[in-house]
Each structure stands twice: as structure tokens, then as C-alpha cells.
């Protein structure tokens, strides 16, 4: 079906993807696509043109689909600082969409970045069809600070020629430009930043808006659209599933290593709000929505009052009783998306992806052990008992391995853990899977960390900066779990040819797919470590 698109793409004048059709072809037949990172500035053939509601659009063709950057889904919000976000103004002639919109200003990025960064890109194997493909939008990580959807890694390219679907990612605001509360600011007579705490989730439901009504134009089906994302993406869906205005523009969840069980509450917000208006010299609202980008990036480097962490400042959604009425997955999973099929993951070893390249971590003995876990599983537990807990499920591991097993279960994957009960008591289709294919690099020392699914999903195993590798091995990992995406997109279930009976997540059984060379599906992995984690109470980051 794809082959045909292209060759219908061929015969409409499109004499450059000659050249693309081979390669995509060869790729597709791999067990799972890999793809080189293509730079910005090659030259492309032009794509086709389309219509959406502000003008008109020209991309170019790679590797056979047809890709569009940098198109505007929202108007530039910097005369709108801690606003939400207004539509884009509309354009004469066709407008170049060949190149990556601008990504929110952040700390420590390579660019300056705009604040004019309400913008997606699209891939697509079919253009003025009449297809109808699943739409797969990813939603990217970085906590809610940092990250953009241009990264190489999320090239769509791979999976459009596997899966036949099409592919958006998207840019939004982050940090105090996406989630700063203004809220009890507002209350005290000016509302006109009563919404600014979760301006950033509110950008990515315009965006949501956005590909409802322009799906068809790039191929796609308005009715069957797939959000996923990694690390913060997943964070922001499972925020996106409690928000009322995000009811019906998606229609699968997929989320990886990345879980938002309550949100800020409005008195630690105003706190985190108010520390920062401090260090940049103003409580008014109105003055800080006038000073320089830099200004308000350097004031957000300010300490978090967090107890358990040393850390910049906290940005991330905010229960301010509008836009974000409850707790994401608190006391219970949101009603509104109980009939969403969602698929939840992480890595069995996610913190040795920012832990483990510290030397001192990979180093730790029996007597330095204890420190280190006080200061990083953030979960109030007593660390002997913790140790012991560890020593006892798993005799063999060094001080090393206990301490990255336990920073990995008390901090990230409770939340998951939380997010699959809750969703199994509410009879929610849900599945769960651990990714536990090792990452080939530094040797062997990662583990399964933190990052290492963003590759094997988009079949990007080739791009640099790629925790996967690009071995046979991992091509046929890529081809599971980039499978059971697919399969999900399509149906609404994720199971497969490429994998054993993937059953849902109960609380009887805690099915869960351990993605792995072959993949295995196991009854309560780790079930040790869920029992002692759940003896302390979870919080979430930026809750209090």
C-alpha cells in the first residue's frame, strides 16, 4: 500500500524520490528500518502542496514520504506571555516548510530559540490520496523545561515507511514560559494569567486542534489519532488525559518512561511562582511578560525548595481548577479517558541514563552505598532495610547494581507501577511493558537506560546519539516494540506477529512484556521491589 503512494507520487512528477524509493524499500525490508541523519540544509526535491486553514505549504521528499518542518499551529506568544495560545496568522503564496521551526528558549540549548515556537512538522507516506492512516503524534520529552521536536532521533521517516502512517511532532512552550502559575496573582483582580501554570499543556491541545482538522489533507484519519511520547511526553499525556479541552482529539495513549501522577498544587506553584518573580525583580505579572527571554531563563535557574532534591526550579503542570481540574492519575485514573486504550513503559535501568556516566555511582562500595541512595531513591524509606530488601532478591548484585535497581524503582518506575493500577481497577485497556535490551555503549555499563526506546521506536538506530546501537540485535528489538506501536496505532492494541500473546495489565497478574532479544511476557516482574517501594507514600516531583 505504501509502495503504491510512492509510486503514485512518482508518476505525479515527483522525479527526485526515484532516488529516495530504493533505500525506503530496502529499509522496509530490514526486520526493523534504520535511517542516517539527514542534514537541514541538503537539497530536497519539493513535496506536494497543501492547503491548510492559514495558507498553503511546500515540503520536500525523503527517502520516499513527504516531510514538512517548522508549520505554524499557534501565533508567536510572545505578545502573549503567559497567555494561552492564540491561532496563527495566516500567509500569502506558498510557505517553505522545509526547515525546523524555532523551539522555546531553555537553558543551556545550543540556539537562543524563539518564543514564536508553536510549530509541527509532518511526515507522510500519502498526500492528497484519500488515505486515511493512523496519525501518530509524539509529544517529546525533557521534563517540561528542556527539548524540542526537531531532534534527529524523532525522524519520521522510519516508521512511516515500516507502518504506512503518518507522523507528527510538534514544539511548545516550556518552563516559566509554559508553566508558570500566575493563578492567586490573577484571583487578586487581573485574570488575565489565570491559565499560565499549564500555558505549555494548553499549546499542546491547540496543536491536537491543529492535526484534528488538517489530518486529511496530509493523508491521515481525524478519528484515529495516537499521542505518544518519552520521559517528560509521557508525563505531559498523562496530564493531557485528565484535561477536559483534551477530551476526543486523541484517541491511543503510549507513554515511555515518562508518568505524572498528581500535579503541582496551587499553594507549591505560587511557591515555585513567587521565588522566581523574586529573582527576577518583580511580582507583576505585567512586567514579567515584558522583560527579555534571557531575563526569566536566568531567574528560573533559582534552587528549588524541593527537600529531596538539589535542583533548579520546578516548572510542570498545575491543579488550578480550569484547564487541569484533578490530579492526572490521582486518587484514581481520569474518567474521561477511560476508554482509551493505553500502553505504559519504562527501562529496567532508567537512571543509570543520568546517573550512570558518574564515575562515584559506578564506583560505589558497601560503606558508600547508604549515602548515596539517602540522597537520590527519593523515597523515605530507611536505607538499611532498602539495602537488605535488594541484597536479598538479588544476591549477586554489586553495591552498584543495588543502588541503580533502587533509584530506578523509587523514583520513576513507582509512577508507572501506580499509573497501570489504577488504570486496571478502572477496567481501562491497558498494557505494560519493561524494556530491557541493554545499551551496547560505554560498555555495556547503561544497562537499559533512560532514552534508549526513543530509537528502537522511530527506527532511528543509526542516528547518533542513539543508546540502542544499530546491531541485528537491536533491529529485531526495534522491530517488536516499533511493531506493537504500529499494531496499537492501527487497532487499538498492540499485539502482534512479532511478539508472544501480550495479555493486559490486572492486578492479579501484572502482565507485563519484557521487550527484550526475544521478547518474553512475565507475571509481576520485580514484584520484590513494587512491595517495598509501596510501603512509603509516592510523590510525585513538584507535588509539594
Not at 528542556?146 to 512511516?160: E, H, W
Request: glycine share 10%; hydrophobic share 45%.
Amino acid at each position: 500500500m505504501a509502495d503504491a503512494r510512492r509510486r503514485a507520487l512518482l508518476q505525479g512528477g515527483l522525479a527526485g524520490a526515484l532516488a529516495a524509493l530504493a533505500p525506503a524499500t530496502a529499509l522496509a525490508a530490514l526486520a526493523a528500518p534504520v535511517i542516517a541523519n539527514t542534514a537541514a540544509d541538503d537539497p530536497h526535491t519539493p513535496s506536494g502542496v497543501v492547503r491548510t486553514r492559514s495558507g498553503r505549504v511546500r515540503g520536500f521528499v525523503d527517502r520516499g514520504m513527504q516531510v514538512f518542518r517548522g508549520i505554524p499551529y499557534g501565533a508567536d506568544t510572545a505578545p502573549r506571555r503567559f497567555q494561552p495560545p492564540a491561532r496563527e496568522l495566516p500567509w500569502r503564496g506558498v510557505r517553505d516548510a522545509t526547515r525546523f521551526g524555532a523551539a522555546c528558549p531553555q537553558r543551556g540549548a545550543k540556539d537562543a530559540g524563539s518564543e514564536d515556537c508553536l510549530v509541527l512538522n509532518v511526515t507522510t507516506p500519502a498526500l492528497g490520496d484519500g488515505a486515511r492512516l493512523p496519525v501518530l503524534v509524539y509529544i517529546h520529552g525533557g521534563a517540561y523545561t528542556t527539548g524540542s521536536g526537531s531532534d534527529p532521533l524523532y525522524d519520521g521517516v522510519a516508521l512511516c515507511t515500516r507502518g504506512d502512517v503518518v507522523v507528527v511532532t510538534l514544539n511548545h512552550r516550556l518552563g516559566c514560559l509554559g508553566y508558570l502559575y500566575l493563578g492567586e496573582l490573577g484571583a487578586l483582580g487581573d485574570p488575565t494569567y489565570a491559565d499560565a501554570g499549564n500555558a505549555g499543556q494548553l499549546d499542546l491541545i491547540a496543536a491536537l486542534q491543529w492535526v484534528r482538522e488538517h489530518a486529511a489533507a496530509f493523508g491521515g484519519d481525524p478519528g484515529n489519532v495516537t499521542v505518544f511520547g518519552q520521559s517528560g511526553g509521557g508525563a505531559k499525556i498523562a496530564t493531557l488525559m485528565a484535561m477536559p479541552a483534551a477530551r476526543g482529539l486523541f484517541h491511543r495513549a503510549w507513554t515511555m518512561s515518562g508518568q505524572q501522577v498528581t500535579a503541582a498544587g496551587p499553594r507549591a506553584a505560587a511557591r515555585r511562582s513567587a521565588l522566581f518573580l523574586d529573582a527576577l525583580g518583580t511580582r507583576d505579572p505585567r512586567r514579567a511578560a515584558t522583560l527579555p527571554v534571557a531575563a526569566l531563563l536566568a531567574a528560573a535557574a533559582v534552587r528549588d525548595p524541593s527537600p529531596v532534591e538539589d535542583m533548579a526550579l520546578y516548572f510542570g503542570p498545575v491543579l488550578d481548577a480550569r484547564s487541569l481540574p484533578r490530579h492526572p492519575f490521582h486518587p484514581d485514573a481520569p474518567p474521561q479517558s477511560a476508554d482509551i486504550p493505553m500502553v505504559i513503559g519504562n527501562t529496567h535501568d532508567e537512571t543509570r541514563g543520568f546517573l550512570g556516566r558518574d564515575p562515584a555511582m559506578q564506583a560505589l562500595d558497601w560503606r558508600s552505598l547508604p549515602a548515596a541512595l539517602r540522597a537520590q531513591q527519593y523515597v523515605d524509606l530507611p536505607v538499611d532495610q532498602v539495602i537488605a530488601t535488594y541484597r536479598s532478591l538479588y544476591p549477586d548484585y554489586s553495591a552498584a547494581q543495588v543502588f541503580f535497581a533502587a533509584t530506578t524503582a523509587g523514583r520513576s518506575w513507582r509512577g508507572a507501577v501506580l499509573e497501570a493500577e489504577a488504570r486496571a481497577r478502572q477496567g481501562a485497556p491497558t498494557w505494560a511493558y519493561q524494556l530491557d535490551f541493554p545499551s551496547p555503549l560505554e560498555g555495556g555499563r547503561l544497562g537499559a537506560p533512560h532514552m534508549i526506546d526513543i530509537p528502537l521506536v522511530f527506527g532511528t538506530l543509526a542516528v547518533p546519539g542513539a543508546l540502542s546501537g544499530d546491531s541485528v540485535a537491536a533491529q529485531r528489538v526495534s522491530e517488536a516494540l516499533s511493531g506493537a506501536l504500529l499494531a496499537f496505532a492501527r487497532s487499538g492494541d498492540p499485539n502482534h506477529a512479532g511478539l508472544p500473546a501480550w495479555a493486559q495489565y490486572s492486578l492479579a497478574g501484572r502482565e507485563t512484556m519484557l521487550v527484550d532479544d526475544p521478547p518474553t511476557l512475565a507475571r509481576d516482574p520485580r514484584g520484590g521491589e513494587r512491595r517495598l517501594y509501596e510501603q512509603a507514600p509516592f510523590v510525585q516531583r513538584g507535588t509539594f
